[in-house]
Nanobody, 110 residues
Framework: VQLQTSGGGLVQAGGSLRLSCAAS????????IAWYRQAPGKQRELVAA???????YYSDSVKGRFSISRDNAKKMGYLQLNSLKSEDTGVYYC?????WGQGTLVTVSS
C-alpha cells in the first residue's frame, strides 16, 4: 500500500493550493480519506475528512475555506485550500485505512 501526497508549496496569505493524495494497493472506494496537518511545535490535527458515503467533515478552523473531494476511479483524494492564512502553515498528511502518506509542506507567508 502506498499513499503519495503532493501539491504543497509556498504561497502568500489569501492564496490557494490543491493537495493530492494518490493511493495504490488498496480498495480505495470503501475507505474514508482524511487530511491532517502538523504545524511546527504542535500535535497533528484532523483538518478534513470525506467518507466512503461522500459525506464530509471539516474542522472549525478551515470550514468555508478548504474543500475535500475524492475520485474513486482514479484512487485519488484532494484537498483544495483557499483563503490561506499563516496559521495554515504545516505539513499536511493524507490518511486512509491504517496508512499515512509521507506529507507535503504548506507554507503561507503573511
Amino acid at each position: 500500500v502506498q499513499l503519495q501526497t503532493s501539491g504543497g508549496g509556498l504561497v502568500q496569505a489569501g492564496g490557494s493550493l490543491r493537495l493530492s493524495c494518490a493511493a495504490s494497493g488498496i480498495i480505495f472506494n470503501v475507505n474514508n480519506i482524511a487530511w491532517y496537518r502538523q504545524a511546527p511545535g504542535k500535535q497533528r490535527e484532523l483538518v478534513a475528512a470525506i467518507y466512503s458515503t461522500g459525506g464530509t467533515y471539516y474542522s472549525d478552523s478551515v470550514k468555508g475555506r478548504f474543500s475535500i473531494s475524492r475520485d474513486n476511479a482514479k484512487k485519488m483524494g484532494y484537498l483544495q485550500l483557499n483563503s490561506l492564512k499563516s496559521e495554515d502553515t504545516g505539513v499536511y498528511y493524507c490518511h486512509t485505512g491504517s496508512w499515512w502518506g509521507q506529507g507535503t509542506l504548506v507554507t503561507v507567508s503573511s
